[in-house]
């Protein structure tokens, strides 16, 4: 079987956009204000709208990549949720789990921050994954 773009492209959009608006959610109200405190602290500046545009450009781009993951490992792991959610682990590990740590341990994150943004991405993450795998349909 073949791996449908124009589907994976739909799905993952869906799922970017999922992800966008879980950024959203996470970066303005669940840890806005530590963020904030945080730049101030170690005199760096809020992100401009270039940065903005740029994660949101690069999240969507993310939402294709996880769909494409769950189009990858269906032949494997059968259609459904288990398989998006697979999918969705395997993306939020290179992420958020990985990515998190590392920038947390270098830029001086408290752990209850490293925490509730893994925590976060994990469900994040799966959500975004199960809401694209309900898209795509094979070729």
Known sequence: MSVNTGRV?????????????????????????????????HNFAEPTGKFVATAVGLTFVMGIVMVFT?????SRLGPGVNT???????????????????????????????GISIVWGLVEYVLAAIAGAWLYKEA
């Open 9 to 41: 492209v739909l799905g993952g959009l869906l799922a970017g956009l999922v992800l966008n608006i879980g950024e959203f959610i996470f970066n303005d109200f669940v840890v806005g204000t530590q963020m904030k405190a945080w730049l101030a602290a």
């Open 70 to 74: 769950y189009a990858l490992i269906r």
């Open 84 to 114: 998006a959610i697979v999918a969705g682990l395997i993306t939020w590990f290179a992420v958020y789990l990985y990515v998190g740590i590392i920038n947390g341990v270098l830029f001086g994150f408290t752990v209850n921050m490293i």
